[in-house]
């Protein structure tokens, strides 16, 4: 079954409001465009990372930039097969804002028979002024 | 002001214990021997990937393998100095064991006049079979 | 003492033919343009990575890439100062088609006071189907 | 068929030596040693970075590293498939000394059905004071 790039998108949404450690961060999925997915995550007080500068955790950071990375995945894919990160990297620009939350976006760059790649951004406010940008690669599960 | 390696591990836990997003996630640092660090999320069903699989999701262990590499370097370093994360890889070997917590030890390899780099492994038994590697390079401020 | 991009760029030209191992396999400079430099490998036989397939190795592409990214960190300085790889990572989208070079673009996309990222790209035909796609760091010398 | 692990060793050698680009360079697969493969890049005028310093370039010391890495993966397996590298990360701990050659080690760490992860480290006198390491993870052909 291949849906429609809108009912993907719907669902994708769905499936990470469904995961536990996702919505225990608070990220929020803002879109899907094209091959390009948007999420954020609101500033929240137990996402920093440094009690006194009130910067957004790079933990936090490196998991919306993850989890954006495999839901573009998944939109490019358009048919349900598991996807699991094979390898991540994180690039860190600048510390976000201090009580601010960070916007992330991915792209799914190329896709072969098991493995996917992408490009993603996060920012505070302007994708031209990263906070951090990552590369990754995602194992395809079995094709349905 | 240089401390012994028993001061800085000590400050050091002290230190991570003060970060709202490592106390949200529930880090514990467990110890300090020679260059190396050694630290633990016990599991939790919020910190959890996938809701069925009860596997602890990927950002919890990275955010854990990034933490415990800083304290690397920290511990190395025995003066203090900022640590910022410039850059950060993580390869995923395979998922935790479901339902268990994941352990973290981190090795600082090489400290010039401005970066460190660190090596750092994340398991849920043994260190022989990993859930994933990082290597990394953190940024030092400047010298006290 | 600033240079105009004009002379900073022929200069790094320059630079990059006196480099024994650049020149040894090959590469050309093909001109900047604003923060973006363009090199080129044409194809040779000794550059190969396979010698049934006459494609060129792998090797070849991450040198050009470590190459050209280097060089458009020293354009985006515009002052001398010693340029050193910190980390590097390369993806391997497809291998390149057989007989053929590769050209790469970089692009230096933030500078801090000690250090330099980059992102590059090299293909065969065109840029939107990369051949490897690279992202790295360099550490940047004292300033004059 | 699976191999005994000196045949394969020998035949590793074998294959290596037949890459137009590793001759080029000078790579010489020095051993095998239980999943661990080393081999050595001789200092060579043609090989270095910059004329003035007489330093190996980065380029050679990545080009290295990959294929030791590609052969601790093929040591591994132990029986033939195609080995192709999907993304590799290098961190350039320090630049070799003057006029020497480079040596590798490298260490498939795990093998799943379609990919192999690898660690490698190149120095110019002992591994614990290493001029580079590596990271990478290459994609398994069919098995046979």
């Known amino acids: 079954m291949t849906l429609t790039l809108e009912e993907h998108a719907a669902m994708q949404a769905q499936i990470m409001a469904a995961i536990p450690h996702a919505r225990a961060i608070g990220i929020e999925v803002l879109g899907v465009e094209g091959r390009t997915c948007v999420a954020r995550v609101p500033f929240r007080d137990d996402l920093v990372g440094d009690p ?29 097969r598991s996807i699991a990160t094979l390898d991540l990297r994180i690039d860190y620009m600048r510390p976000a804002a201090p009580g601010t939350g960070v916007t992330a976006e991915a792209e799914c760059t190329k896709i072969t028979r098991s493995v996917a790649f992408i490009r993603a951004v996060a920012y505070d406010q302007t994708k031209d002024d990263p906070v951090a940008t990552a590369v990754g690669v995602y194992m395809l599960g079995a094709e349905p």
Request: proline share 0%; net charge negative.
């Open 52 to 80: 006194e500068s009130r910067i957004i955790a790079g933990g936090v950071v490196t998991t919306l930039l993850d989890h954006i990375g495999g839901s573009a995945v998944a939109v490019a894919l358009r048919e349900f």
